[in-house]
């Protein structure tokens, strides 16, 4: 349920913040973090934003980002913890540990498998973004919007909502945008930065991953792979491969995606998408995942050999059933 108002109530009562987000930090994790940060700054408050892992670098353009720490570096305490965008504890890695050093936890997210794990907590899993929940939050905290802000909040909302296509998107989204542009928002500059332009690694390593691409199911569902080796042969990073999986929802006739990628902790990491009416997150969450119903991921240890043959099973029977009353 969300909270504004008692989340409100939690950061006027702190002089100093913590605000932490989720591993593999994402476009809407980093945006509402660093529009938060902008925020309480504004109210005068002390803040410190942490992520356990690397920035991406198309997210290199939002004020603060430089700022950011790491967990093991701190040394002090807070009267508030906020968590965004983070659908577990656990999901912010080392993060999780900062909460020790905090008098008091909340969190806001957009996960409909959140637990709650906060002392408040401000959660719906209808809204299109964690950075969408940042606007009603600013309202509720009579924070002004401002031309930076706007700039974290759109990284944020445009990355989760694939620029404004999923059905995530609702007319909130779009209210939002609207004091987004009015505060100044460089909207076509930053399209260009978040959607077009990639680096010659990156498109390297997508025309690998769709080269080799194959087909499951009368080509219900596609199926990318990538290796250590395509990675390392495109002089590509993990982070390139973040869009990917989308791509493979673009075949006519495609329900179901799925990437698969070796990882650097030895991991295998899916991505899955779902057209609708079709969902992923079930798939996910039977695996060990998470996410959105046609968005999600797991985390498995094995081999691409051992564990994609798994996800698609469970993907072949997922498409199998609902398609008998769907289709
Ligand atoms: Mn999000």
Known sequence: MRDPAGIAAAIQAAESVCVCGHVNPDGDAVGSALAMRLILMGMGKKVRVFFQDKIPDYLSFLTGVDDIRKPETNTERYDLFLALDSSEAIRMGACVQLMKCCTRTAQIDHHGTNPGYADVNSIDADASATSTLIREQMAALGAPMTKEIAECLYAGISTDTGNFSFDCTDAETFRVMG????????????????????????????????????????????VMTLTEQDFRECGALAEHADMIVNYGLETIGTKMAMLARESDDGKIKFSLRARAPWTVDDVASRLGGGGHARAAGINMDGTLESTVPLVLAAMTEKLRNEAEGQE
Not at 194 to 209: D, I, V, Y
């Open 179 to 222: 004091d987004l542009v009015e505060a100044g928002l460089p909207l076509t500059e930053l399209n260009m930065r978040l959607f077009r332009e990639k680096s010659m690694p990156q498109l390297k390593l997508l025309g690998r991953a769709i080269e080799k691409m194959h087909y499951e199911e009368n080509g219900r569902i596609s």
